[in-house]
Nanobody
């Protein structure tokens, strides 16, 4: 079993920054893809960003490209989502997920999910 725990959410004014963390633990936690997703009230969950194990593939949703940056520290089994220039429309619960798929990291099936962390951006 693998546990995924997000942290770092909070309330921030528009234009501000937040950094989310995603810690994965459990047996055989290695060589995984990590993805960030978000779900706003009344909307479907959407892909935000992902990173391959080596970090050579880091796709982003168009809406966050240039503002958000995904990174990871494999020695710590932790991934990060640096969010800059935040907008009210970024308000959502942000979820981290890990998996071992191939191909399109935005569409692959992720095996384990965290509980989510709330990000609220005020105008």
């Amino acid at each position: 079993q693998v546990q995924v725990v997000e942290s770092g959410g909070g309330l921030v004014q528009a234009g501000g920054s937040l950094r989310l963390s995603c810690a994965a633990s459990g047996r055989t936690v290695s060589s995984y893809v990590v993805g960030w997703f978000r779900q706003a009230p009344g909307k479907e969950r959407e892909f935000v960003a992902a990173s391959s194990w080596s970090g050579d593939m880091t796709p982003y949703a168009y809406s966050v490209k240039g503002r958000f940056t995904i990174s990871r520290d494999n020695a710590k089994n932790t991934a990060y989502l640096q969010m800059n220039s935040l907008k009210p429309e970024d308000t959502a619960v942000y979820y981290c997920a890990v998996g071992w798929g191939v191909g399109d990291l935005s569409r692959m099936k992720y095996a384990y999910w965290g509980q989510g962390t709330q990000v609220t951006v005020s105008s």
